[in-house]
């Protein structure tokens, strides 16, 4: 497969908390089917619960309006509470609920979506 661009950003508060990246295909929205989303993050279990994924999400959805997309979408794990937040805390709307690939194990996901 070709590389999608994409930047990864640390998140830090003094210390490595985690990190979060952006991938997209220039000029659209779209995205191969391999790439289950625009943005992904982490954030290590010890820093969790201070809001750092939701701030992070913030300040990459700039990144994404720079370069001209209307919106992003982010996929989750039905079960993913934290994570679902995260998303809806940015304005993320619930799109679908959907299967993913046969490479991601043929699990149900759920796919939101930012506008920008
Ligand atoms: C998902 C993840 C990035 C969240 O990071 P975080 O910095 O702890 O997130 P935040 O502190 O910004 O927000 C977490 C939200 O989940 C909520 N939350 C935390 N634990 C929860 C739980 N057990 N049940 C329900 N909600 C929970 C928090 O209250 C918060 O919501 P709120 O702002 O409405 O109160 C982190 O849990 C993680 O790295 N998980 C493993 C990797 C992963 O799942 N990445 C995303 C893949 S889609």
Redesign the pocket.
Known sequence: MPRLPGIRLWIWDGEF??SIGFRWQPGTEELPPHVL?HI?????PS??????????LSEILPYARAEGLRYVE????LD????Q??IT?NGGILVEQFVKAVNYGSTPGLRYRITL
């Not at 820093?47 to 992070?56: E, I, Q, S």
């Not at 982010?74 to 794990?77: G, K």
């Not at 993913?80 to 994570?83: E, K, T």
Request: hydrophobic share 30%; net charge positive; charged share 20%.
């Open positions: 908390c985690g989303g992904g993050y982490a954030v290590i820093k969790r619960n201070r809001g750092y994924a939701t701030r992070a982010l996929t989750t794990d993913n509470v934290q994570s937040r995260t805390a």
